[in-house]
């Protein structure tokens, strides 16, 4: 009745308040809908989450691949699974050059690593009168990554760090002697 | 109608647009969610990209046979292009895409055509290739483990290029594009200018003892594309250049049915020199490679360049 009353008297005013109230909701609904699609997203990717597997898979590749950081005999090609030429190691800019092709990815990259070659105790080796530096698998990105990792948010816009550790054999001329492959992964979060 | 009315009116004509495109967008996500393709697809995107990386990373060679029980396969397409895994619905790609990216090894020959619907996946990784496939293809997996031969160190480069007895426009333009790539082309026939009757001749005479390949171009029956090798002290090498071509025709050729296979007692069309590197091309007339001579040409000129690639450190180079 009201509403037929104020219908009559000032049919301006009827379409000023129904406009304004749908417009309010416009927005409303809009947002309801992403979220709900944002919020399936996340479900179907954390479930589907392989950043971990993927990780793992990284660092046996570094190690059983004939372009990775093991010793591959190309004469005989093998792969010296798990012996790491320290000369060759201490090499970052070609190391670094190698494993880019070895591992070549889209831009960004699915994910960047710090490699570090220890003896048992941690202490780095040295070579030729310097300490080897770790190598860095898609270096800028790395660089920028592990700012992200520290992050206590998670979520995208974010980076997962996950580390590995192989016992090796490093070999220095013709000795070898035992060592430890530390291997930082980033992942980020997408 | 008053003046204010219309404005009103077009507000509301605009939120109910707008609601109408979000409800669509909506309805369509759901349904996708519904019938569980985004979650297949974005499953096995993932996995094949994991599967991807780890049969590149194996040491020696493997074949693997992909066949996942709780997706199915066959609903989609895939594409494994600029380093992503791709699914989608359809050849006219009405449905959502789902890419996810894989690593490639620069050091593999890579082969990995679309494939639409297919019933299973089967991944073939040698010491030199990488190939994805829909079936178990045993000519390729011999082809592909036959590049394990290492190239010779070749001191003299003389390239010969044998056009055949055959007049077609195609296969011409395929010998002048190798010609033209070569510094040390000699090519047996230019049709232009020799006479049928002095060919044989001329042919035999153009092969020297320094030749470093023979290489043949011949058409005949059918739709298969085959590469005949010698079976005298040179076969591992010709065998081995015989490989990089149809892993050169293969990638850029996904359809085209290839083989290779030593040379019979029938064949007369192979020329060798004493002690040389030779092969022969044959076309099969219907093959659909025909169509783009310009892309054989340069598949197979990719194919010489990869074989002369390890040589050319040592030596001056053959090819521009």
Known sequence: MFFCEKLMRNRRGLFSDISFTTFLYIPVIILVALFLVYLSNQAIAYSLQTSDLESQLFVHSLLLSPRGVSVYDPALDRVFDGTIDLATFSDSAHLEA?????????????????????????????????????ILYQKTWFERWVVLSGSFLSGKGTA????????????????????LLTVRVLIPES | MKRGEIEVSLVLLLGLIIFAVVALFFFGYAKQ??????????????DLALV???????????????????????????HFENKLVTLSDSPNEVGTRVSYPFFTDSSLVSSLPSLDHPSQLVFIKTAHALHVSDHEDTALVERLSCSRVSQLSLSKETLVLDSGDQMNSALVQVTDYLEAKSDFAKTTRTWKTELPENLYAQRLSLIEKDTSLVFGLDIQDGDAITVVYP???????????????????????????LTSRPQQSSDDFLRINSEGLAVVVVLGDESSVFADPSRL???????????????????????S
């Open chain 1, 98 to 134: 190698q494993l880019r092709e070895a591992f070549q990815s889209v831009d960004p990259p699915l994910l960047s690593a710090e490699l570090k070659l220890t003896d048992l105790h941690g202490k780095s080796f040295e070579s030729q009168g310097k300490i080897v530096s770790p």
């Open chain 1, 160 to 179: 997962h760090v996950y580390e590995e550790q192989r016992y090796v054999f490093v070999r220095t001329g013709e000795r070898l002697v035992p060592g």
């Open chain 2, 33 to 46: 969610v519904a019938e569980k393709t985004l979650f297949e697809k974005r499953f096995l995107a993932r």
């Open chain 2, 52 to 78: 991807l990386n780890t049969v590149q990373s194996v040491p020696g060679d493997v074949t693997l046979y992909y066949v996942e029980p709780s997706a199915n396969l066959s609903r989609f397409r895939y």
């Open chain 2, 231 to 257: 079976t005298d002290a040179s076969s591992e090498q010709s065998k081995k250049l015989a490989c990089l071509l149809l892993d050169q025709l293969a990638q850029n050729f996904p359809d085209a049915v």
């Open chain 2, 297 to 319: 040409g340069s598949s197979l000129f990719s194919g010489i360049q990869e074989y002369f690639k390890s040589a050319s450190e040592t030596n001056t180079g053959v090819f």
